[in-house]
């Protein structure tokens, strides 16, 4: 059975920082590529970052680019988003998923809620 299971989300103030881990099972993590993704309370779904099997390639979001940075560790089968300088815009449920674009996401995590505010 798939499953991806995010940590790490909470409420942080503006400027400050935080790190999501999202560890899966079920399937061979370094064969995949993965991808963060988010929704703000009534919006869509943004595609923050994807990152491909071997961790040698990424892309950014124009919104995070230069304040996000997105990993993974395949020995340990973990996903992870460092999220700094974070601003109230990026206030969300974040969500790792399985493949890099949308027409590749079949499986998602429960995601994890970010709250950046004062």
């Known amino acids: 059975e798939v499953q991806l299971v995010e940590s790490g989300g909470g409420l942080v103030q503006p400027g400050g920082s935080l790190r999501l881990s999202c560890a899966v099972s079920?399937?061979?993590?370094?064969?995949?590529?993965m991808s963060w993704v988010r929704q703000a309370p009534g919006k869509g779904l943004e595609w923050v970052s994807p990152?491909?099997?071997?961790?040698?390639?990424?892309r950014y979001a124009d919104s995070v680019k230069g304040r996000f940075t997105i990993s993974r560790d395949n020995a340990k089968d973990t996903l992870y988003l460092q999220m700094n300088s974070l601003k109230p815009d990026d206030t969300a449920a974040y969500y790792c998923?399985?493949?890099?674009?949308?027409?590749?996401?079949?499986?998602w995590g429960q995601g994890t809620q970010v709250t950046v505010s004062s």
């Open positions: 990152i491909n099997g071997n961790g040698g390639r990424t």
């Open positions: 998923v399985r493949g890099w674009y949308e027409y590749e996401w079949d499986y």
């Open positions: 079920g399937f061979t993590f370094s064969n995949y590529a």
